[in-house]
């Protein structure tokens, strides 16, 4: 039967765009659009500039392309330049299940590679882009301890899913990607407390988690031999960081059948992925109950332990967030941007935002209620408001929009990414950006993916 490792190494060599099912290929196709869309967003979020003078300083074969930007860099430093810009925003996909941020390391070493090897079609990229989400959701799914109690974050993640979409789109199978996956597993770091300092070492080191994948699989593809038994070996990836304590059957359960892209969210606030059940309550209530926010008096939340842990505390830094990323990761302030404001978009996400005066008080009325029935990564939005006049209103929503049980359409993704062009760090053309919307639709018949990096300079 073989190891695990050989278990996989097989399927993500011998699986093709016709192997995979139309409901797979259709979550690619949105997850694809979507995240071009927040690499525009991000090209002008925190410390991209000084990232992108130091990889040009560097130096190096132009090779692939710097979204927006429009500058050529090594391969690898241009995917490392994309994946930042892509985590910039707190606006990318999320597979909600095990809390990993599927498209920034895949996105970005696919939009590399496919420009290093001129033979990469959109056939390739769908089929490189679905397994390489369903690689690393599986290897996140099978570790026992989930998100809010793991020291590992999506970054550390991010090597195998961007090693397993550059192996792909270089042709690489077998022995070459099992070097390919070892290379990965010898470059996982990063955790949890790269969110908590509140700077831009974040997406700039998950830019950089991506860009060690496709070193790793430039390091196969040159001869050089990677990490046997990376998973189950003795120091491989599940004792060495899990303790051993994963469930294998996770790992293999209907593997080519059931394709965990399907699994993945797409984001309708830049914030972390648990404030947005409680933001969609938010705005429900202010919106069908036509709430004057100087009329509360306080709110609640109904909510998770895992949620608190990510987005609550520390309290000093999330109940009155000074800085953006602090804001992006508190309850607190989504919630009660949503009820001021009745939006929580890009432009919330300020220096000048941040800092309102109406959104801070509203904050300090938000009261968090650790529901140990709920037991969901993702929890439902349950809030309360408490008025003046007495009144008590709540709302309920069990799933948050862009889920799979609340699902967005292609139609809605093409409407997220044209918002995004708006904050681009240089104008984009509209008839290019309406291009790559129609380049996205029909992908399939799309013969050289190169044509997408050029349309998405900016001017």
């Not at 011998?14 to 869309?37: C, K, V, W």
């Not at 490392?80 to 707190?90: H, I």
């Not at 947005?276 to 202010?286: C, E, N, Q």
């Not at 349950?382 to 139609?411: A, C």
Request: glycine share 8%; with cysteine; aromatic share 6%.
């Amino acid at each position: 039967m073989g190891s695990i490792e050989d278990r996989f190494v097989s399927y993500l060599s011998e699986t093709t765009f016709d192997n995979i099912t139309q409901e797979a290929i259709e979550a690619a196709r949105r997850s694809i659009l979507d995240t071009l869309g927040v690499i525009v967003a991000g090209s002008n979020g925190e410390d991209i500039a000084s990232l992108l003078g130091l990889l040009q300083s560097l130096g190096g074969p132009a090779e692939a392309t710097v979204l927006v930007h429009g500058m050529r860099l090594p391969v690898i430093h241009a995917t490392w330049a994309n994946g930042a810009m892509a985590r910039a925003r707190e606006f990318d996909d999320s597979h909600d299940i095990t809390g990993d941020h599927t498209s920034v390391p895949i996105m970005s070493a696919a939009l590399g590679i496919a420009e290093l090897n001129t033979g990469v079609n959109g056939r390739d990229f769908l089929a490189a882009y679905v397994i390489a989400a369903d690689f690393v959701s599986r290897l996140r799914m099978a570790a026992r301890r989930k998100v809010g109690s793991s020291a590992f974050a999506a970054n550390s993640f991010a090597p195998f899913s961007a090693a397993v979409a550059a192996g792909r789109l270089l042709g690489m199978k077998g022995e070459a990607l099992h070097h390919t996956l070892g290379w990965a597993y010898a470059q996982c770091a990063g955790s949890v407390q790269l969110q908590q300092g509140g700077t831009s070492a974040l997406h700039i080191h998950h830019g950089l988690a991506a860009a060690t994948g496709v070193q790793a699989a430039l390091l196969a593809r040159h001869g050089l031999p990677g990490t046997e038994e990376f998973l189950t070996g003795k120091f491989g990836y599940y004792n060495a960081y899990e303790g051993g304590n994963y469930d294998p059957d996770i790992l293999m359960d209907s593997l080519g059948k059931r394709f965990e892209i399907t699994n993945v969210s797409i984001k309708q606030y830049p914030s972390g992925r648990v404030t947005h059940g409680p933001i969609d309550a938010a705005l429900s209530l202010r919106d069908e109950e036509k709430i004057d926010p100087e009329e509360i008096v306080d709110i609640t939340v109904r909510y998770t332990k895992g949620g608190y842990n990510m987005t609550c505390e520390p309290a000093d830094k999330r109940r009155v967030p000074t800085k953006v990323q602090h804001a992006k990761f508190s309850l607190y302030y989504n919630v009660a941007c949503a009820l001021a404001r009745g939006h929580v978009g890009l432009e919330d996400f300020t220096p000048e935002a941040i800092a309102d005066e109406d959104v801070r008080s509203l904050a300090a009325k938000v009261n968090v209620v650790i529901d140990p029935e709920i037991k969901r990564v993702i929890p439902p939005g349950i809030v309360t408001v408490r008025l003046r006049d007495n009144r008590i209103l709540q709302r309920t929503i069990e799933y948050p929009k862009g889920t799979p049980e609340n699902p967005v359409t292609f139609g809605d993704c093409a409407m997220k990414f044209r918002q995004c062009l708006n904050f681009s760090a240089k104008p984009l053309e509209q008839s290019k950006a309406e291009a790559v919307i129609d380049l996205v639709a029909s992908l399939e018949s799309v013969k050289d993916f190169r044509v997408l990096s050029s349309l998405l300079i900016g001017g």
